[in-house]
Nanobody
Framework: QVQVVESGGGLVQAGGSLRLSCAVS????????MGWFRQAPGKERKFVAG????????KYVESVKGRFTISRDGARNTVRLQMNSLMPEDTAVYFC?????????????????WGQGTQVTVSS
């Protein structure tokens, strides 16, 4: 059984930093991309960042470019999201997901497995 577990959320002041981690365990039979999504209260879950299986491609939503960095370890089963210069509008539950494809995709239905989410709250 595949498990996806996020960690690293919390409360931070505007301008601060947080690093989220995501660990994947269990058998997955394809070379998978990984992604981070976020969902603010009353809003849809949206793509934030993604990284391809071979780590040559990363994608970011425009609002986090230059502030967030996604990375993946050599074993490819751990992905991190370094979040700098955080703003109150970054407040959301952040979800890690295993992609159904090798390359990065931005639609939630293109991801096969999801974590439970971790809360990120940025105070002004």
């Amino acid at each position: 059984q595949v498990q996806v577990v996020e960690s690293g959320g919390g409360l931070v002041q505007a301008g601060g930093s947080l690093r989220l981690s995501c660990a994947v365990s269990g058998r997955i039979d394809w070379p998978y991309s990984m992604g981070w999504f976020r969902q603010a209260p009353g809003k849809e879950r949206k793509f934030v960042a993604g990284i391809s299986w071979n780590v040559t491609t990363t994608k970011y939503v425009e609002s986090v470019k230059g502030r967030f960095t996604i990375s993946r370890d050599g074993a490819r089963n751990t992905v991190r999201l370094q979040m700098n210069s955080l703003m109150p509008e970054d407040t959301a539950v952040y979800f890690c997901a295993v992609g159904a494809y090798t390359d990065v995709h931005e639609r939630s239905y293109e991801y096969a497995y999801w974590g439970q989410g971790t809360q990120v709250t940025v105070s002004s």
